[in-house]
């Protein structure tokens, strides 16, 4: 288990501000040792919450060619069929994962490929399981094409209400490998994944999600 590169300057910052807090409150308040050990408390509670959304669990990396993969942790929360409207302009699959503020929030490529298109989108902020947070949120798009057949998979990035801010890491062209890092969403967001009509579908609605590690689909 690592700290995610996304956390360690706000984690540093954020150390030396909640130190600088509980020196001065002893300054300021000597003898109280009830409010100053409440505020040590406060203090400690806060600093592991934050440490905690920025972990980086360590993960095998998935070799299936035939399985779509989860691109991050979280909870099922859409499968239907969709249109998808900005690339590829046909009716898909889709699998939404919302992601919490308590999960890990680094987002998985679900297959091995090439970057055919990425687009990023400024946005609104309504919660990320708002219907219409899929395409006016702020958000990403990225289209794979599969590495060893002319399958491509859409995969969406959605900041929510809380989450303000994406970051990710790809361009067109590059590669990605299946279950490899290719961006970040801070506190709390969704992914969806809009995967071929004829995939079997190997998740439920409420099904807890792993990334790189939670097969979501199975290609034809």
Wanted: hydrophobic share 45%; charged share 25%.
């Amino acid at each position: 288990m690592t700290i995610h590169k996304e956390g360690r300057k706000l984690l540093f910052w954020m150390l030396v501000i909640l130190t600088g807090v509980n020196i001065a409150a002893h300054q300021i308040l000597p003898g109280q040792e009830l409010v100053l050990n409440l505020i040590l408390l406060a203090s400690i509670i806060i600093y592991l919450l934050v440490l905690q959304f920025f972990r980086n669990p360590n993960i095998a990396l998935p070799d299936d060619e035939s399985l779509v993969y989860a691109p991050a942790d979280g909870k099922v929360v859409v499968i239907e069929e969709a249109v998808e409207e900005e690339f590829l302009h046909e009716k898909r699959k889709q699998i939404s994962i919302f992601m919490s503020p308590v999960n890990v929030h680094v987002n998985r490529s679900p297959i091995s490929g090439i970057v055919e298109y990425f687009k990023y989108h400024p946005g609104k902020y309504m919660v990320a399981w708002h219907p219409k947070a899929s395409y006016e949120n702020e958000r990403t798009t990225m289209v794979i094409k599969h590495a060893k057949s002319d399958v491509k998979l859409l995969v969406r990035q959605i900041a929510g209400a809380v989450a303000r801010r994406i970051k990710y890491y790809v361009k067109e062209g590059e590669p990605l490998v299946q279950g490899g890092e290719f961006g970040f969403i801070k506190f709390g967001s969704r992914v969806d994944v809009f995967v071929p009509l004829d995939a079997e579908i190997l998740v439920n609605i409420d099904d807890t999600t792993k990334g790189g590690v939670t097969p979501l689909a199975r290609l034809k």
